[in-house]
């Protein structure tokens, strides 16, 4: 027997969706007259971003609303809440040593739940998107927030120009759901400050977690590997706060700032953020990404 059941949920901010879900379970005894409906159990694993491990706001705290109370009640269910710890690092290796481990916590925690879904912060997204491509399980939906996607910069045989994003892989796409990314408004750490401040990814890492993006595209060259280009130490690397392959890239009204006026890159982790993207997560409807349908576009990258 299958139950349905269709909340509508008001979404602070700019979100508002209609949810469908519905759970099947068999009852333990076979005398029984009528079957148990189990709730459907969810693993959110929250990533922090870089010099964020120190922060609360993936925590369940007593008495105390956080980004992660909220997030689980616009879910709402059975939900379990696991904050990650990573040791912080700008340099990219620390990122990948993180997804590694993310990865196996997650094929560790995932057989109790019938979904699993990944939160990352800032350059907590990448290792989100980055882990979804190493683990045995199935993703059901990666939510970045003000995330800087760094793309490698390479041309094919016709000289377009593509950008291969270095850490949403196709591996990525398989084996995840969906993807959603939301900005804070003037958030400026996402591109200008993490191109200003260089992207903490060598071009030689770009090249290597590019493969098989490249191997589909034919195998391109470098944009640019010119001798003016080398002399000056620059590389064929950028950040964005749009991921090509998101299900949703929106920016979201916010005016928190710091002292001096600027706009702040946690404001994204907000409590009224992460009660909407609970009731976006609790949308099951969303069609999956296909790498196929990817791949026979050749749209392998923001262009």
């Not at 939510?143 to 892989?169: K, M």
């Not at 200008?192 to 060259?221: D, H, K």
């Not at 964005?240 to 404001?267: K, M, W, Y």
């Not at 949308?283 to 296909?290: A, G, K, P």
């Amino acid at each position: 027997m299958r139950q349905k059941r269709r909340i509508s949920h008001f979404l602070i901010v700019v979100l508002l969706i209609f949810t469908a879900q519905g759970c099947d379970t068999p009852t333990n005894s076979p005398a029984a007259s009528s079957r148990a409906v189990r709730t459907e159990r969810t693993l959110v694993v929250i990533v922090p971003g870089t010099y964020g491990n120190d922060e609360q706001w993936p925590m369940l705290l007593l008495d105390h609303q956080t980004f992660a109370s909220e997030l689980a009640r616009g879910l709402r269910g059975d939900v379990e809440i696991h904050p990650q710890l990573w040791s912080s690092s700008i340099f990219g290796m620390r990122r990948i040593e993180a997804a590694q481990m993310l990865s196996d916590d997650i094929d560790c925690m995932s057989a109790d739940y019938d979904r699993v879904v990944l939160v990352g912060h800032s350059h907590g997204g990448n290792i989100a998107l980055l882990a979804a491509s190493l683990c045995r399980t199935r993703i059901d939906s990666i939510v970045c927030l003000a995330t800087p996607h760094v793309y490698l910069r390479v041309v094919d045989g016709e000289h377009t120009d593509l950008n291969l994003p270095i850490y949403c892989s196709p591996q990525t796409l398989r084996n995840t759901g969906r993807i959603l990314c939301y900005c804070a408004e003037g958030d400026m750490v996402t591109d200008a400050w993490s191109n200003a401040l260089l992207t903490g990814v060598s071009e030689m890492e770009a090249i290597e977690l590019t493969r098989e993006w490249r191997m589909l595209a034919g195998s391109p060259r470098l944009a640019d590997d010119g001798f003016v280009l080398r002399l000056l130490e620059s590389d064929n690397l950028f950040a964005s706060s749009r991921l090509t392959f998101a299900v949703h890239n929106e920016v979201i009204p916010c005016d928190v700032r710091d002292a001096l006026g600027i706009r702040q890159h946690h404001a994204i982790h907000s409590c009224e953020v992460g009660f909407a993207v609970g009731n976006v997560l609790s949308d099951h409807t969303s069609e999956e990404l296909r790498i196929d349908r990817i791949v026979e576009d050749t749209d392998v990258g923001v262009r």
